[in-house]
């Protein structure tokens, strides 16, 4: 397995924090012209762009933004023109109506006029999206899923203006399995046992519970698949231990250890952290079913979208007041977004 360096060359061109956004997409960029006119240019003031990262053909990698910072790389707006959240071919953007520049890492492949990095660019790249998963951990304790809705590239947050970026033959699927392939030697393989589908233990890191975690098991569908639409039984509240889980519309596979017949794959909804004794059910916790206030904003005072007050949402991570809140119950959508506990109510 290879190894790279990082040169940090920081630039102008960023807006401190991520208006209370956690990071959890990557964006692929190429840049025009040379490598050494495309540093030139993210260092320029005056060019009011940046990446957080940009990789030379030979897989040289220089920074140029922190990662808990706002890149100028491919933002978003609600004007209405060419860079609207709506004319996004991703249903997250277009749902958030935040600027995409909060929430994602920006990479750029220079020296790449066809579209196409070299054999080392990509290798570099797979390994810095591997470093900068572990960064993630280390500052929010979460990672970006490498899957190909959440390594994205340009043209896809803004289609009217950057359809060619970093372009149609960039190779997403080839560069997400190598930064899966290449995860360190002593990460546990995913379970094989099962026919479903698994995520690479990075991925896992986005949902409340892991393998081996006991949970209570609130009653409803058990489905055969991490897939299936269909349940097929529903069973009633039991406490369960987690065996496999995947990023899935039903993310975590049960089975009960009270004997209670649970076996199989259920949804985010319908799994709880064990309540320690009966007068505790009042209490936020991670893993609570919980709605949000109406006028309530982001940890930070950013706005919410309309969408995520009438859903109701998992909690994922409590710091104090700092809770972040991802899935939906259905399991159809994923936010990450940090509220005041104040601004929750248990559903
Ligand atoms: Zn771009």
Request: charged letters at 15%; hydrophobic letters at 35%; proline letters at 5%.
């Amino acid at each position: 397995m290879s190894s790279f360096n990082i040169t940090q060359r920081l630039s102008p061109n960023m807006t401190k924090g991520r208006q209370g956004q956690i990071p959890d997409h990557f964006c692929l960029h190429t840049s025009g012209g040379t490598f050494t006119s495309a540093v030139n240019t993210v260092l320029n003031p005056a060019s009011q762009v940046s990446y957080h990262f940009l990789i030379s053909k030979a897989g040289e990698i220089v920074q140029f933004v922190n990662i808990e910072n706002w890149a100028w790389a491919n933002g978003t707006n609600n004007s209405g023109g060419n860079l609207d959240n709506s004319r996004s071919t991703l249903e997250l953007v277009r749902q958030r109506r935040l600027n995409a520049n909060w929430y994602t890492v920006s990479i750029s492949c220079g020296d790449m006029p066809a579209g196409n990095p070299s054999k080392e660019q990509l290798n570099a790249c797979a390994w810095l999206i591997r470093h900068i998963n572990r960064e993630l951990q280390r500052i929010y304790g979460v990672q970006i899923p490498l899957r190909r809705d959440r390594v994205v590239g340009h043209g896809e947050i803004t289609p009217v203006t950057r359809s060619g970026c970093p372009g149609r033959a960039f190779p997403f699927d080839e560069l997400i399995r190598l930064a899966n392939n290449e995860s360190s030697p002593s990460t546990p393989a995913p379970p094989t046992q099962s026919s479903t589908q698994h995520t690479s233990p990075a991925a896992d890191t986005a949902l409340a519970f892991k393998v081996g975690d006991t949970v209570q098991f609130t009653g409803g569908g058990v489905y055969v698949s991490s897939n299936a639409s269909v349940p097929a039984h529903s069973r009633g509240k039991s406490q369960c231990r987690v065996t496999h889980t995947a990023n899935a519309r039903n993310p975590y596979h049960l089975v009960s250890t009270d004997n209670t017949r649970v076996h199989g794959w259920v949804v985010a909804g319908d799994v709880q952290a064990i309540q320690s004794s009966s007068n505790s059910a009042s209490v936020i916790r991670v893993g609570s079913r919980v709605r949000l206030n109406p006028g309530a904003k982001t940890f930070t005072g950013g706005n919410i979208s309309a969408f995520v007050f009438s859903d109701t949402w998992i909690v994922l991570q409590i710091n104090g007041d700092r809770v972040v809140i991802n899935n939906n119950i259905s399991g159809t959508n994923a936010i990450m977004t940090p509220v005041n506990i104040r601004d929750l109510t248990l559903a």
